[in-house]
């Protein structure tokens, strides 16, 4: 495809040749003869420069350039934009592997790919165009959406309900049990968990997450949000949409997460709190109370990323200097 119409499509503007052909995408250090890149700023810009790429995606903001450039808001998701348009996936038939066992109750749509190993229970619904792949296990009243892709190996537990265009990585288990127990003197009792797992529109879960079931209300992950690799959400966790979750980090039961919050890995975050819109928590962070909307912290306990910068500081400083300060108050400390 020419440059040029290619730029039609992400509302780009042409700097250069429009005429010469792109034949592929990629990342600066690989690209070859035919590839597209991008470059978010001046200094990568120049790396581009001297790159086999035929044409540059960059702001409109960066300087001119050797290479034939298309210049667009946001060059990164321009970017992503082409290679979706590029890399648009195969229409499949509808096939079920022999290996499969699938209830006798169960409604499956159109053009749904069922894999080999796979169990799907009683009153299972699946929507049209899903691909569920080799040993994913479905328990009876689950509910599946449209357009949805199921990796290997996932587990969904009774009565989880999925939306449409869901991902749902090798070893994710929604709808497990929660962790709710009653102590009474030397006895630990299990609390009854009968709530259900919903997961809404255009979310993605990554390998080996899991989200628990909640113990009388539902656990609901809201819709756009993208969940990384091992990751715990605890019972009846309520969150909003556009959530981001990095790796390794976990959510106790009962927390409120509102709209567009991001949180960095290994993030922890107690029982009952809620975090509101907008909010920003950093990597390992330990989060002990609600956040307001639009809150940046770090840290634990999470403070604000002001005070917890000047904190850091001031140990480190006090670190260096703690021989010459012991000696100007003469011992005493």
Known sequence: MKIKELAMLIHGVVEGDGDADVTGLSGIETSNAGDLIFATDDEKLGFAEKSGASCVLTSKSTRAAMKPLVRVDNPKLAFLLLYNFMNKPAGREAFT????????SAKV??????????RIGG????????????????KKNCSIGSFCHI???????????????VVLHSGVVLGADGFGYVREKDKIYKFPQLGRVIIENDVEIGANSTIDRGSLGDTVVGAGAKIDNLCQIAHNIKIGKNF?????????GSVTIKDNVTMGGQVGIRDNVTIGNNAMIGAQSGVLGDLADGSVVWGTPSKSLIQTKREVIVLGWLTDNFIRIKKLLKGKI
């Open 109 to 118: 749509g159109n053009n749904v790919w069922i894999d080999a190993g796979v």
């Open 123 to 138: 009153n299972v619904s699946i929507g049209d165009n899903t691909i569920i792949e080799a040993n994913a296990v479905i």
């Open 151 to 165: 990796h290997p190996n996932v587990t969904l537990y009774d009565n989880v309900v999925l939306k449409d265009r």
């Open 244 to 252: 981001i979750m990095a790796a390794q980090s976990g959510i106790s």
């Open 97 to 104: 592997d022999p290996s499969a066992t699938i209830s006798v």
